[in-house]
């Protein structure tokens, strides 16, 4: 915190009047089911992004960051618009925009950001600014606004001004998330229950594989795969995928062409998995656990599609050396995945997937592991 104080006062001439911090997040189970009213378990992990933020008179936004170089961005409040500005600075700006009528300022901001979320990794790096910024303003104007309303606003930011249609997951436990729970969120209405995922006393470990395939979702991939399942939405006549069973839907399957079936599919069977995978912890049945979250990379893989090389030979890899699970985390096309592990495995298993990297021609890959940490909040 000092060095972002003291770059705060470098590039701006003055002190931060506030600063926040939000994380990034993992996502055990419940991919690409945000949008659809599905229930996601995620959690928010121990790398966070951290904000400075201070008014100012001029009706100016200015904003850097210390992982880019000391350029400082200047946008006027005036010419707030969805779309505009640096691709970087849309997240903030976005989240500004979006809380512009609950804010009664004729003024600025002086924002100077602090990214430790991996950028590209499918841990959320987006969201973790955006709910850092709309935590911070949430704090500086006294607002009082409840969570899952801050989620929404944060979303509302990313899915006009940056103009990626996101669920809304990231934002929520990014905002919602608490040490030690995985979150199950119903996205739909927003409740949650916290479930317990202490793994540690269990000899257990969750090891991230960072690809370093580094995806840009803001593309017709994403968009795509969404209008797919809301076709079959309104082709089936339903209010959302969530509305039927995986039976029923398997029946009607000569109502969707071949690409909405399979893209559909995915969304009802992993709202199932979510809720089998939440009874699994609840029982503590980690094997069962496994199971369930790479099934779910399989039908990310076949039925999706949104997987990718890198991403096949870390979980085959990690499976192949006797993981309890393993799948393809966030929007896909390269990012993380996650491997259920023995503790005593961990080194062994970083060694192998890096083994087979290098071996297929791929980059190498990163390795981190996370618990279940606190979401966004105010830092001194």
Not at 21 to 35: C, K, S, T, W
Not at 111 to 130: F, R, T, Y
Not at 138 to 148: A, D, T, V
């Amino acid at each position: 915190m000092p060095e972002l104080k003291a770059k705060f006062a470098e590039l701006f001439g003055s002190t931060p009047e506030l600063m926040a911090q939000a994380p990034g997040r993992v996502n055990l189970v419940g991919e690409h089911v945000d949008f659809l009213d599905g229930f996601v378990l995620p959690f928010a992990i121990e790398d966070v992004t951290t904000v400075a933020i201070s008014r100012t008179v001029q009706p100016t936004i200015r904003i850097a960051s210390l992982q880019q170089t000391d350029e400082i961005f200047v946008v006027q409040m005036k010419d707030l618009a969805p779309m505009t500005g640096e691709a970087w600075t849309r997240y903030p700006i976005g989240v500004i925009w979006a809380m512009r009528d609950s804010l009664d300022f004729r003024g600025g901001f002086d924002i100077l950001i602090d990214g430790k979320v991996p950028l590209g990794a499918g841990l959320s790096s987006s969201a973790a600014l955006e709910c850092a910024i709309a935590t911070a303003l949430n704090h500086l104007f006294n607002l009082n606004i409840s969570e899952p309303v801050l989620a929404r606003i944060a979303q509302k930011g990313e899915n006009v001004y940056v103009g990626m249609p996101c669920g809304i997951m990231d934002q929520s436990v990014s905002i919602m998330g608490r040490k030690g729970s995985a979150l199950l969120l119903d996205c739909r209405d927003l409740s949650t229950e916290h479930i317990p995922f202490n793994i540690s006393p269990l000899g257990l470990e969750l090891l991230v594989i960072d690809t370093q395939v580094h995806h840009a979702l803001v593309d017709g991939g994403y968009a795509e795969r969404r209008a797919s399942c809301e076709k079959a939405v309104a082709v089936l006549g339903i209010t959302s995928l969530r509305d039927i069973s995986v039976a029923d839907f398997v029946a009607r399957k000569s109502e969707l062409d071949e690409t909405t079936y399979i893209r559909a599919f995915h969304g009802v069977t992993e709202m199932q998995r979510v809720l089998d995978g939440v009874a699994a912890l609840k029982a503590g049945d980690f094997k069962e656990f496994g199971q369930i979250i790479t099934a779910s990379h399989i039908s990310l893989r076949d039925n999706y599609t949104v997987s990718c090389p890198e991403l096949n030979v870390a979980v085959d890899t990690a499976l192949s050396l006797g993981a309890l699970g393993s799948r393809m985390i966030g929007g896909g096309y390269g990012g993380s995945a996650i491997a259920l592990i023995r503790a005593d495995q961990t080194e062994n298993m970083k060694k192998a997937i890096a083994s087979a990297f290098a071996a297929a021609g791929f980059i190498a890959p990163r390795f981190f592991t996370s618990l279940p940490s606190a979401g966004a909040q105010i830092v001194k």
